[in-house]
């Protein structure tokens, strides 16, 4: 007895010398790694032969008017009014775009007054006045293998866009991290493929803030589609900022392609894609939404919702790219895994009414929490485009 009890000695004491060593051992990720493109970022207008740039703003009557931007710096955008050139004032930029007679062809053509000076203070989101949109996730192979996904989902998102400068509030406890997107917006509702081909598309750049928390404790790993988690994680206030300019391309799929988008916090790049990167473009991501509109199947603040309410994306719904690699969250590592496993045994186990996986979950959520690396009060969120402007958002406390 004294001699097996020797033994069983020796094998726990080399049980806790490996469990120490893959513990002192275990990587510590402060985010996804990311490639960037040598040439630095060049935002610009895109050539008017190409793609009409428009903003939009209150006019003096206070309704929503539209500007056909034909210059911007850090400061301020320029342009003509729609309504100058002979544009109908519809409440919609896409709607009164497609009033005018004859579309420019060439900045050279326009009239040289009334010209306007806008500060981007006073620029109206590029997004559409809807609460509901379409989330798209692990839709560029990167960030798929980051998140451990095989295949493009969708989501509704719920919440109101703000505009290109704007803040959002770290709520105590909680991982919020940021993630950069393009987005597309219609002149009507899109109810099959036909209507999409049909519509007039405006792009926009725009984020996609993530309470990770709400991510980690709903989601379902293996099945990113259950339709869980997601719109808890991704709605809310300050969730969905938009660009400055709403472009609408004369040949969409090249323009989607050729466009940059880019994440900066506090100076520091963390995402850099091209939307040619993307595995569903936008009109087979409208087709996956299409077929996917007749189940209350997403779980959002304990009830379950349809993909969008109506059946079909209404003309006032946001249909999102997904994003690039390079986001913060990273999975639990080993040393998560260790310290929630060793917590649930100390708190005796089944016995203490909380399962293995959420005691582990809960054990990474405090080190990640801990840690500090999310996003925090004073940071200052960049998402830069070469031809979509740019987003700057300020982190502040509640």
Not at 125 to 138: D, K, L, M, N, R
Request: net charge negative; proline share 8%.
């Amino acid at each position: 007895m004294r001699r097996i009890a020797k033994w069983l000695a020796v094998l726990a004491l080399i049980a806790v010398i490996g469990l120490a060593a893959a513990w002192a051992t275990s990587p510590d990720p402060k985010g996804n790694p990311a490639t960037f493109e040598e040439t630095a970022l060049a935002p610009q207008l895109a050539p008017m032969a190409e793609a009409l740039t428009l903003a939009v703003y209150r006019g003096e009557d206070g309704m929503p008017a539209t500007l056909l931007v034909t210059g911007f710096d850090g400061t301020s955008v320029t342009g003509i009014p729609l309504a100058a050139l002979g544009a109908d004032e519809t409440g919609d930029p896409l709607r009164d775009l497609a009033t005018l007679p004859r579309l420019p062809g060439a900045a050279a053509a326009l009239p040289a007054s009334p010209r306007l000076r806008l500060p981007y203070a006073a620029l109206l989101p590029s997004a559409p006045s809807g609460t509901i949109h379409i989330g798209t996730g692990t839709n560029f192979p990167e960030h798929a293998e980051e998140a451990n996904s095989g295949s493009v989902f969708q989501f509704p998102k719920f919440g109101a866009a703000s505009p290109a400068r704007t803040t959002i509030a770290a709520q105590p406890g909680i991982l919020l991290d940021y993630e950069v997107e393009l987005c597309m917006r219609f002149d009507r509702d899109i109810a099959s493929l036909a209507d999409f081909d049909a519509a007039l598309k405006g792009v926009f750049l725009c984020g996609d803030f993530t309470n990770r928390n709400a991510l980690v404790e709903l989601a379902d790993p293996d099945n990113l589609d259950s339709g869980t988690g997601f719109s808890d994680a991704k709605s809310g206030p300050g969730h969905f900022p938009s660009g400055p300019f709403l472009v609408v391309p004369r040949d969409w799929q090249r323009f989607v392609a050729d466009t940059r988008m880019t994440t900066a916090v506090n100076g520091e790049r963390r995402q850099d894609a091209r939307g040619g990167e993307m595995v569903m473009d936008f009109r087979a991501l409208v087709a996956k939404a299409l077929g996917d509109m007749e189940r209350p199947r997403f779980l959002y603040r304990g009830g379950f919702n349809r993909l969008a309410p109506q059946g079909r994306i209404t003309a006032d719904m946001t249909l999102m790219s997904g994003t690039s690699e390079g986001v913060i969250f990273t999975p639990p590592s080993r040393a998560d895994m260790i310290e929630g496993g060793l917590a649930y045994l100390l708190g005796s186990g089944p016995l203490s009414g909380e399962g293995l996986v959420d005691r582990v979950k809960r054990e990474f959520l405090a080190n990640e929490l801990a840690s500090g690396h999310f996003l925090q009060p004073g940071d200052r969120v960049r998402h830069g485009s070469n031809w979509l402007g740019e987003i700057e958002v300020e982190v502040i406390a509640p």
